[in-house]
């Protein structure tokens, strides 16, 4: 790709294609880093168990992989990509859209109108993931070895605890990542522009700006993801206490009590760890195949027939008969 593309002078990519970008970007973030994310669950459990006690991400990945073997890092991670791609594409497109009305006239320096974009990404994309991020959850500690797969956890919680418990923990999830994605999208475009003031297609900087704010969005929002995982794994839980928790006040309450101020950090180490490159891969990702779907002046759309089926637009000449970058929403 040309090394000195104006990007930021691109016309905007169409919501669907921002939502399909999404989709895929957010797909490859969860898969890519799900064991990680497995580390950081089982230590942010209210429990005694030596995986939840393990201060060493290494440490937990050999105890996990000798005890239940290396495929207990991976399970589950079924739930979070049949839900990552449909909550991505429209978190996604939601961000985009939204960031238009909040960044009117091309504002390119609006760290509020980014911060109110992202909140609004977060609410569509956080209704549509949590009950999947349930599943998961379930599924990553060591009593989801009993599952056989997806439809067999998901039926056992509805089974037993109702619709309820698959939104049990909804507001702590948007208490949590709203604040999150306000401080991830926002830090993100600027530290992109800040990285790269001349606008140009720069991969690296969409690499680094994307890894530094998911890692310091993470850090910040760890408390919130603690209470999370207790509220979202209660029903797998031991502990009557757990098991008797309700919502946010009595969660918070309990860690307090059992873990002290320290148990909010718990896992802070993998979350960050699992941000960092997961954000990294996801904007980069998402960046790249937003231009490769559109494709420049110079360079148009890499859409085949055969292709247009799936992805239904391409570049046309405009009316005026110059080579823009128009958009068409109709079929190849």
């Not at 959850?137 to 509805?158: D, N, Y």
Request: aromatic share 8%; hydrophobic share 40%; net charge neutral.
């Amino acid at each position: 790709m040309d090394e000195d593309l104006d990007y930021e002078a691109l016309p905007n990519s169409p919501t669907h294609v921002n939502m399909i970008a999404g989709a895929l970007a957010g797909i490859t973030e969860h898969a890519l880093m799900y064991p990680v994310d497995s580390i950081k669950t089982r230590m942010q459990m209210q429990s005694q168990t030596p995986f939840s006690s393990s201060s060493s991400v290494s440490a937990a990945i050999a105890r996990i992989s000798s005890a239940e073997g290396a495929s207990a890092l991976w399970r589950g991670v079924t739930s979070v990509i049949i839900g990552a791609g449909p909550a991505h594409a429209l978190s996604f497109g939601v961000y985009e859209f939204m960031k238009e009305r909040f960044c009117p006239d091309g504002e390119s320096s609006s760290v509020l109108g980014w911060a109110a974009a992202g909140a609004c990404a977060t609410i569509a994309h956080d209704g549509l993931m949590t009950p999947f991020d349930v599943i998961k959850q379930r599924m990553q500690i060591e009593s989801g070895a009993r599952f056989s797969g997806l439809q067999s956890c998901a039926s056992h919680i509805l089974k037993t605890e109702g619709l309820r418990a698959f939104y049990v923990s909804y507001p702590t999830t948007l208490l949590m990542n709203i604040p999150f994605h306000m401080i991830h999208f926002s830090s993100y475009e600027y530290v992109k522009k800040s990285l790269n003031p001349t606008g140009e297609y720069d991969p690296k900087s969409h690499c680094v700006a994307g890894g530094l704010a998911g890692g310091m969005a993470a850090a910040l929002t760890t408390p919130l993801d603690v209470v999370k995982t207790v509220l979202q794994t209660k029903g797998s839980s031991e502990d009557a206490a757990v098991r008797n928790v309700k919502g946010l006040n009595d969660a918070v309450a309990l860690i307090r009590r059992q873990s002290g101020w320290r148990g909010f950090f718990r896992g802070i180490g993998p979350r960050v760890m699992t941000h960092v490159p997961a954000t990294a891969i996801s904007w980069t990702t998402y960046e790249f195949l937003k231009i490769w779907f559109v494709g420049t002046p110079e360079k148009p759309a890499k859409v085949s027939v055969a292709s247009s089926v799936v992805l239904p637009f391409r570049k046309l000449e405009c009316e005026k008969g110059c080579n823009c970058s128009s958009v068409s929403s109709n079929a190849v």
